[in-house]
């Protein structure tokens, strides 16, 4: 295999180099990363031990094609992006490395798509790009969050409501109250005895409409998943047999039939909550009183076992339960002509209990958005509004009060690149950092902002480094474009090693001011998660001012060091910071906002064995 892709490399390499035709080179080059990009991203799936069935599926069948697309469109124009500045550094190559004569004229752009394809993912410390790039994309795609939420508003929805309402599934119903009578005879609580009586009672549904569930599916969707289901078959089938014998056993402990013959209790009878209440202390004092001599030790031995047991059993049911609940929702995604038939049918021979399971996926599939990331996006489209004004009612002021440089483009064409770029290098970094914010927080490692007396620096490194580079991307192929569009493009390949060492240092420095935005999205964010919704504002304005000041001093110090550079320090000035302080209101205003649509709308998971 890789011996073909080599030849097939080397025929591209030779063709581009003898056509001199770098168009048609990086439209190869986009085309290699694309199918690049969709084989990556097939091959990650959700980690966690319950779920490590997956591994035997791709993520487009268990996250659902509409996800996977998204995230593969996500990370395709990430890998395209780092493909275009890779393209647009061939002028700075040679000062450092010196000439490439196999990569000449159209060739290089093959090379830099080898260099992501290859390079990127293979190399140890390089990978981590890649990854982070590969997780990005999963994570602003919701995956595997949105996994996790339908295998969990399964695993939890209101089935013992749905078993009451519908005759045929009595013989459920009943098996549901009998193990719950009989695990509160043995001491646990209403909560936990609800629990094991709704595992057990889902185990076996889940387990019927997914592996034993021929007759529901499509036959080509069923098919694909048999791997599955063979591993997961003798779990099941196992675990529904232990449980089974556990019933058996507590049904025939004589404490267990004195308790509930003492509280008037038939063993599978519904109960309310003061008769399951009486059952509980009814089981207290029988432990501590040995119920008066009715009981031998070796009936209390036993009986004693019997809590530990239905605990342990509990919890192998509730792995159990999740996984058979992934395993349905995956099936209702891949077969969805099937679900979309079954939800319009109107017949009175359709599972109405199955009919709201397919409900539930479907309304959980609709709950997708990602606040902060789209807070951030809002954000940088509304800056990039208000940031072209100003700067553009500045340069035309600039321009009336002294006359422009003939060179430089007209005032609406400068203030549209120079926005378009500040809001890519910006957006960007904020990305990135509140990417590696989220996944810090989820692993527990977060120390969110209190005061900036109290500004905790280092667990910041890891964002200063990913979003100076993301925002170092951007910038340099906004400036190499800006000098195409402005017919100077030929300078950079004129450059000496000084020059394009001196250039590459300017564009690090500037990143720096995206950087200091980054950071404050991040401790804008940190306010608003902590509900101090009447500090972010003046949060956001003390970030603003940092990045102004960040802005301030990177310009200064270049302008201080090159004549060339003074004419840019106001224009700096009033674009970044223009940017920076509405970027970071309107991403303050609206993530608050959005939290809070989603606490009041986000459906509730509602336990199945609610009172």
């Not at 209101?158 to 098996?175: A, D, M």
């Not at 919704?533 to 001012?545: D, E, G, M």
């Not at 110090?557 to 674009?575: D, K, Q």
């Not at 606490?599 to 199945?608: A, G, H, Y």
Request: hydrophobic fraction near 45%; proline fraction near 3%; charged fraction near 20%.
């Amino acid at each position: 295999m890789w011996a073909e892709l080599a030849q097939i490399y080397s025929n591209l390499v030779q063709l581009a180099r003898n056509g001199d035709n770098f168009v048609i080179s990086f439209v190869v080059g986009v085309v290699i990363i694309a199918f690049h990009a969709r084989n990556r991203l097939q091959m990650t799936a959700p980690r966690a031990e319950e779920f490590d069935f997956v591994r035997l599926l791709t993520l487009p069948a268990i996250v659902g094609k509409d996800l996977f697309r998204r995230s593969y469109l996500i990370y395709t124009i990430l890998l395209v992006i780092l493909f275009l500045f890779l393209c647009l550094s061939k002028p700075f190559v040679p000062n450092f490395i010196g000439n490439i004569p196999e990569y000449q004229g159209g060739a290089w752009p093959l090379g830099c798509a080898l260099l992501v394809v290859g390079l990127l993912p293979s190399v140890k410390g390089v990978d981590q790009i890649e990854e982070m790039l590969r997780r990005f994309a999963l994570s602003a795609s919701n995956i595997p969050d949105e996994f996790f939420r339908r295998a969990k508003s399964l695993s939890q929805s209101e089935l013992k409501g749905f078993l009451e309402r519908e005759q045929k599934y009595q013989p459920e119903l009943s098996k549901y109250w009998k193990v719950y009578n009989l695990v509160t005879a043995t001491g646990a609580m209403h909560e936990d005895a609800h629990n094991a009586a709704r595992r057990t009672v889902g185990n076996e549904l889940f387990g019927r409409w997914t592996i034993d569930g021929g007759s529901i599916w499509s036959p080509g969707e069923y098919e694909k998943l048999k791997d599955v289901f063979d591993v997961l078959r003798p779990k099941v089938k196992g675990l529904k047999r232990e449980v089974d014998e556990l019933i058996g056993v507590t049904s025939s402990s004589k404490t267990i039939i004195y308790l509930l013959t003492k509280g008037g209790i038939r063993s599978s009878q519904p109960v309310t909550r003061e008769q399951a209440q009486r059952l509980l202390e009814l089981s207290a004092e029988v432990s501590v009183e040995g119920a008066n001599g009715e009981l031998t030790a070796t009936d209390l031995e036993g009986y004693l076992t019997l809590g530990d047991r239905w605990r342990e059993k509990s919890d192998e049911l509730s792995i159990s339960n999740r996984r058979l609940c992934a395993l349905f929702a995956i099936l209702a995604l891949n077969d969805r002509a099937m679900v979309k038939e079954y939800l319009r049918s109107s017949s009175e021979d359709r599972d109405s209990i199955l009919r709201e399971m397919f409900a539930l996926v479907n309304k959980v599939r609709q709950y997708t958005v990602h606040p902060v990331y789209n807070a951030t996006l809002v954000a940088g489209a509304g800056a990039f509004v208000v940031s072209f004004v100003i700067f553009f009612l500045f340069r035309i002021t600039a321009d009336y009060i002294s006359p422009p440089d003939p060179a430089r483009l007209k005032a609406f064409e400068y203030a549209l690149y120079t926005t378009v770029a500040i809001m890519a290098c910006f957006t960007a970094a904020g990305l990135a950092a509140l990417f590696i914010r989220a996944s810090r927080v989820e692993q527990g490692k977060w120390i969110f902002f209190d005061s900036f007396l109290r500004f905790p620096m280092l667990q910041y490194r890891g964002i200063v480094v990913a979003a100076t580079v993301c925002a170092f991307v951007p910038f340099v192929i906004s400036t190499m474009a800006y000098a195409f569009r402005a017919g100077d493009i030929h300078g950079f390949a004129d450059l000496t090693r000084y020059g394009s060492a001196s250039f590459i240092i300017f564009c690090i420095a500037w990143c720096l001011i995206p950087m200091t935005f980054a950071v404050g999205l991040c401790v804008v964010t940190d306010v608003i998660d902590r509900q101090h919704n009447s500090r972010f504002t003046f949060v956001s304005i003390a970030s603003a001012l940092l990045v102004l000041a960040t802005a301030a001093i990177v310009h200064q110090t270049y302008a201080s060091m090159n004549e060339s550079y003074r004419a840019i320090f106001w224009n700096g000035l009033v674009s970044t910071g223009s940017f920076a302080s509405t970027g970071l209101l309107i991403f303050g205003y609206g993530l608050s906002e959005a939290l809070h649509q989603n606490s009041s709308d986000k459906p509730s998971e509602t336990s199945f064995a609610s009172s």
